[in-house]
């Protein structure tokens, strides 16, 4: 088979045109321009990258029919193109949320919420970003663990999950009050509000190497593992059904189903390529709900 894929992508064999660099090709990687009896093996030996993820970072390009003079991007050793996503994209010059989305066949809200803590209107040459690809899976394969972590997260950082009978966060419970910070070192990098788009975002903050992130309150963990686009997440619901959620974080010190009390250590926060800090993102919620923590932390 594969030895069949290499005779295919060689059908046009001949010399070919030479790799042409961008303007910067050490900060946002090269593109080529394809010329008279290019192939795409040929292009991946010559630029030194896997074809394979040559191909993916070229969704739209026919291996059969490549045109003279047709661009390919050429992905650097920073970027990575899982089969199923997300995408490791290093944003390169005149690069836009919008533009990405089409290359890769996804929407610019979806990148946007991969990324929290990226201005969209203030991307920088040079960084990577999460690029999400659609999810294809049916949703009746979905695993046992990815159906409870379904039903304890928010479908997207910003979007709020309510349950029937789930209460309105106009007035809160008298427990609700006087919590502590989830982090001993912080700065509050974005507050808890809608973006310029409009889309409710929750709260980021900044931290330190090494920090941890610990419960606000006492309560029982519902979920400590993976989700697409937040990383490792730890969900703690409290009582008078209040929720905390803690994501982006690095490595997790609580399981499911386990009791903590305020102050534990919940996880570590983590590392992020695209800010080039240490973030945590969190979020309060009653009743499946978003809160302003600012209104329950002291």
């Known amino acids: 088979m594969t030895l069949l894929l290499l005779l295919m ?42 074809l394979e993820r040559l191909m993916r970072f070229n969704p739209g390009v026919d291996a059969r029919r490549l045109a003279v003079g047709q661009r390919l991007l050429v992905p650097t050793h920073r970027e990575r193109a899982p089969s199923g996503g997300p995408y490791r994209y290093q944003i390169r010059p005149g690069d836009t949320y919008a533009g990405i989305a089409r290359r890769f066949g996804t929407t610019p809200a979806r990148i946007q919420n991969a990324n929290p803590g990226v201005e969209p209107r203030q991307l920088r040459v040079g960084h990577v970003v999460q690029v999400p690809l659609k999810d294809t899976q049916p949703a009746r394969t979905a695993s046992a663990s990815t159906r409870r972590a379904a039903a304890a997260k928010p479908a997207s950082p910003a979007a709020a999950t309510t349950s029937p009978g789930a209460t309105a966060s106009g007035s809160l419970p008298a427990s609700a009050r006087n919590w502590p910070w989830p982090l001993d070192d912080y700065r509050i990098v974005r507050r808890y509000g809608t973006d310029s788009r409009g889309t409710l975002q929750p709260m980021l903050l900044a931290s330190r190497e090494g920090a941890q992130a610990q419960a606000v309150a006492e309560g029982e963990v519902r979920f400590s593992g993976s989700m697409r686009q937040l990383g490792r997440v730890v969900i703690v619901h409290h009582a008078d059904n209040l929720q905390s959620v803690y994501a982006l974080c690095d490595s997790l010190t609580v399981k499911e189903g386990s009791r903590v009390k305020r102050g534990t250590p919940l996880c570590a926060v983590g590392y992020s390529n695209a800010t080039e800090r240490y973030d945590l993102l969190f979020d309060l919620r009653h009743g499946g709900k978003p809160i302003d923590p600012q209104r329950v932390l002291r």
């Open 9 to 50: 992508l060689g059908a046009c064999a001949g010399r070919g045109g030479e790799v042409q660099r961008a303007a910067e090709p050490g900060i946002a990687g090269h593109w080529i321009t394809i010329q008279r009896g290019d192939t795409l093996g040929a292009i991946a030996r010559r630029a030194e990258v896997p």
